[in-house]
């Protein structure tokens, strides 16, 4: 298997433009994670999709971020418009069942810089 | 909700020299632990996990760890650290039962092993 695969692993972008960041997970996994890391806050969970449905999206930290999952092998996470303190590294994971106790795979990151 | 503290920020260690990460949670329930591990530039990856049992894990690369339920802990150890250890050390737990499923992960413990 690849593992769960993100897209882009880089993005650079100006104040004020649409940010989309691509998630596929493990094939099989019914769970999806929305992640952010920073040197700050460490490691946040923004939104949580458990059988394409978002299950909790308390983490979101502002109505400039939607992430939607319109089937079982692909999840997007978008920032609309970008701030330069949205800047971090983002991750998508994925667990099999219904992500209870199960373990997490992550994917690589994407790594984004709001100038 | 549950919530993890790991007490370690920065660890400097030389190689050779035993290894002791501390992850205390606080959750009435039971719950499943999880140690990551980060390697620089890297996705999080399992390094060893506990749902019930035997209480002292064993994990990948000679990593171990012990649930002591009466401390609420599940500290990481490693007797003998090498260069390749220098990472970012994460600890997570989930309910097993009930509560929010969502993981919750501590701050990180950053480790830097000397050659």
């Known amino acids: 298997d690849a593992g769960v695969i993100q897209s882009p692993r880089h993005e650079v972008t100006e104040m004020g433009q649409e940010v989309t960041l691509r998630c596929k997970p493990i094939s099989g996994h019914n769970s999806l994670f929305w992640y952010r890391q920073t040197m700050m806050r460490g490691l946040e969970l923004l939104i949580y999709f458990n059988n394409n449905v978002p299950i909790d999206d308390s983490g979101m930290p502002e109505d400039r971020f939607s992430a939607k999952m319109p089937n079982a092998s692909f999840s997007t996470l978008k920032i609309q418009p970008s701030e330069p303190r949205d800047s971090a590294v983002y991750f998508c994971?994925?667990?099999?069942?219904?992500?209870?106790?199960?373990?997490?795979?992550f994917g690589p990151g994407t790594r984004l810089l709001v100038l | 909700a549950q919530s993890v503290s790991q007490h370690n920020h920065h660890v400097i260690l030389s190689e050779a020299a035993s290894l002791e990460l501390g992850c205390n949670y606080s959750?009435?329930?039971?719950?499943?632990l999880f140690w990551y591990v980060q390697y620089p530039g890297q996705h999080l990856q399992l390094l060893l996990k506990y749902f019930s049992g035997d209480p002292l894990v064993k994990g990948i690369k000679g990593f171990e760890a012990e649930f002591i339920k009466s401390k609420f802990s599940f500290n990481l150890r490693k007797p003998s650290v090498q260069w390749s250890d220098t990472a970012e050390y994460f600890c997570a737990v989930t309910p097993s039962l009930g509560g929010s499923y969502i993981p919750t992960f501590g701050r990180g413990t950053s480790l830097i092993v000397h050659p």
């Open positions: 959750y009435g329930g039971t719950v499943n």
């Open positions: 994971a994925s667990s099999a069942g219904n992500g209870i106790g199960e373990t997490q795979y």
